[in-house]
């Protein structure tokens, strides 16, 4: 039996990379005969497609959390089978609030103890999006504006931290404080 598990995990511990970790996330997201991730492991999934340069396709992944709240259920079932759940409070399904701050923003730490951090936003058809994130030396916010082929990025810092932006494959040194990057 083949499963999106074994194929996420051989994209994340880099035993595939570049375009073959590309075609096996592809597969990931259209072979249907694959054991599918729970709602637990599709965190992993995410990543997985995240690494493999899928990332600005990650708003159409959620189909599992969009039937949760067509079901009106106002917490994570713990389970993918929301006909057999017994459970509607499970934080194993809560990978979203995680991952709107670490791939559609993009914020990640860079570095032990988030002295540096990495911003490399996965906004696919987002035009307009800022956010903001705690962290230990006081909070990153960011906020992107894409239009007539150019992106605006405001990225402010806390002190002591610097670190990369990444837009389409190309690095940008960010600072402490405020940045601002027009690409």
């Known amino acids: 039996m083949f499963s999106q598990h074994a194929n996420s995990l051989a994209i994340l511990t880099g035993l595939v990379s570049g ?8 597969q ?16 992993y999934l995410h990543l997985a ?5 899928l990332g600005n396709d990650y708003l159409h992944w959620l189909g ?14 713990e389970t993918s089978d929301l006909n057999t759940t017994r459970s509607d409070c499970h934080a194993w399904g809560a990978s979203p609030n995680i991952e709107f701050f670490r791939t559609i923003l993009g914020i990640d730490s860079d570095a032990p103890g988030f002295t540096k951090v990495s911003v490399e936003p996965h906004l ?18 960011v906020m992107y504006h894409e239009g007539n082929g150019h992106l605006n990025a405001e990225i402010d810092l806390p002190l002591k931290t610097t670190g990369k932006f990444v837009w ?16």
């Open 19 to 26: 375009n073959e970790a590309a075609r096996i996330g592809k």
């Open 28 to 43: 990931l997201l259209s072979d249907t005969t694959l054991a599918p991730a729970s709602i637990y492991f599709k965190y």
């Open 49 to 53: 497609l995240v690494k493999a340069g």
């Open 64 to 77: 599992k959390w969009r039937e949760n709240m067509a079901m009106g259920l106002t917490t994570w079932a």
């Open 124 to 141: 696919g058809t987002i035009k307009a999006i800022g956010g903001e994130m705690p962290h230990p030396s006081g909070k990153i916010r």
């Open 168 to 183: 389409k494959g190309k690095s940008y040194a960010l600072k402490e404080g405020k940045n601002s990057i027009k690409i």
